[in-house]
């Protein structure tokens, strides 16, 4: 007999054409469920359109209102959108899996409550930072903090990427069950050496790149939150210590301007190229490829997937010291790992070229132990679903015997 093809439903309060981390994550999930179950996407309406027809899975959409500036972000409102509500109410979901503990992400787990079904919730943020930034505020912070460890807790398991990301929950007071489940790419390097060597020379064309320069790349939200400040100092530096590069900054945001004004103010337009934004995967390619190594000095991040984006082409990154995103590598092994300091950062990066042979091996330890993709994942996924449930079912009928028993005993009693 066939077995049962379950369905998952996946919540979140962001999405397309809104990208950032966080959605590609739901994104990708999702595309990859869909060969094995019924996926269904619950998330807020962009503010520009986005046809959802080209995706391979059911998405259902909210209102959402009330621009938050302060991360680019929408206000989206589920309670109060009837025919999402009514929507919602149709599907008759095995698992809710919310990768957002704020509105949309709360229904979920108050949906997963009333149909007695399991909840999952991937912590993709650092929460009290965000609150922090907003409101300037710790007090209103640990407040906000408490709402959204209280959903979690609601969950029967949290998912974190790393064991750094399982201790940042606990210390905001999560006390449940952890699981590690990491990000993947879908980057896939089926390039031969003849194709990159072409990709690399039209992206130095591109961008007037001469062959002796070497190529540092960021690639992601143009936000300060990122350290990006950091960034361009670490590019003055190198380029007052006659350090021969150009740092290349992939990607928009809501900081890009104020970044531009800087870099003009220093007098870097000459090392420091603002590409823009990248959406094209083979595009996106050629720039990993065509790079030296990538430059992630984020306190803020608690993964980083375009670290392993960087790996599919063997182009380590350089992390900054005691930041959760380089909690998962072994400095000068699979990647490098500098001083929150921009001399001592920039001296780093300066030292990794001063010897190939080893800068060579790290490349290749970067791929062996980075880099995966999320066909890989999803099959980890998946496994982990069908566990969750099973075991869920398991300790429901377990619980609804015991409330018999009790009743039982009780009604004995009284006689």
């Not at 999702?30 to 094995?36: E, T």
């Not at 399991?118 to 922090?132: E, N, R, W």
């Not at 950091?230 to 945001?253: H, Q, R, S, T």
Request: some cysteine.
């Amino acid at each position: 007999m066939e077995e049962k093809r379950l369905k998952i439903g996946l919540f979140n309060d962001t999405f397309f054409p809104m990208v950032d981390g966080v959605v590609m994550v739901v994104d990708n999930y999702a595309k990859r469920l869909s060969k094995y179950c019924d996926v269904v996407v619950f998330v807020p309406s962009g503010r520009t359109d986005f046809d959802d027809s080209t995706l391979p899975y059911k998405v259902v959409r909210c209102n959402s209102k009330f621009p938050v500036v302060f991360l680019d972000y929408d206000l989206p409102m589920p309670s109060s959108d009837a025919k999402f509500l009514k929507q919602l109410k149709k599907e008759e979901l095995d698992l809710v899996h919310i990768h957002s503990p704020f509105s949309i992400g709360k229904l979920g787990v108050k949906y997963a409550k009333k149909h007695n079904i399991p909840v999952i919730a991937t912590m993709h943020s650092q929460y009290y930072k965000d609150f922090l930034l907003a409101t300037k505020s710790k007090l209103i912070s640990k407040q906000l903090l408490k709402n959204i460890v209280k959903t979690f807790n609601e969950c029967n398991e949290l998912w974190t990427m790393n064991p750094a990301c399982e201790e940042l929950s606990r210390t905001y007071g999560y006390k449940g069950k952890v699981r590690l489940m990491p990000n993947g790419t879908n980057l896939v390097n089926e390039h031969t050496l003849e194709e990159q060597t072409k990709f690399s020379n039209e992206i130095r064309e591109k961008h007037c790149i001469s062959p002796e320069e070497k190529i540092l790349f960021y690639i992601g939200r143009m936000h300060k939150l990122k350290n990006l400040d950091f960034v361009i100092d670490v590019c003055k530096y190198l380029k007052e210590n006659n350090f021969k590069f150009k740092m290349l900054f992939v990607g928009g945001g809501a900081h890009i301007d104020y970044f531009q004004k800087k870099v003009k103010s220093l007098k870097l337009n000459d090392v420091i190229i603002f590409v823009g934004p990248v959406y094209d995967n083979l595009e996106k390619s050629k720039y990993i490829i065509s790079a030296n190594l990538q430059i992630f000095p984020s306190f803020y991040d608690t993964d980083g997937i375009v670290r392993i984006e960087a790996a599919a082409y063997n182009v380590p990154t350089v992390f900054i010291e005691n930041s959760i995103a380089s909690s998962v590598i072994t400095d000068e092994v699979n990647g490098y790992i500098g001083k929150d300091d921009v001399k001592l950062y920039a001296e780093k990066i300066i030292s990794i070229f001063k010897d190939e042979a080893k800068y060579q091996l790290v490349r290749q330890k970067c791929n062996e132990d980075i880099y995966i993709t999320w066909e890989s994942i999803a099959n980890d996924v998946i496994s982990s679903y069908k566990e969750l449930i099973s075991n869920f079912k398991i300790n429901s009928m377990s619980e609804n015997k015991k409330v018999k028993t009790t009743r039982r005993s009780l009604k004995t009693k009284s006689i």
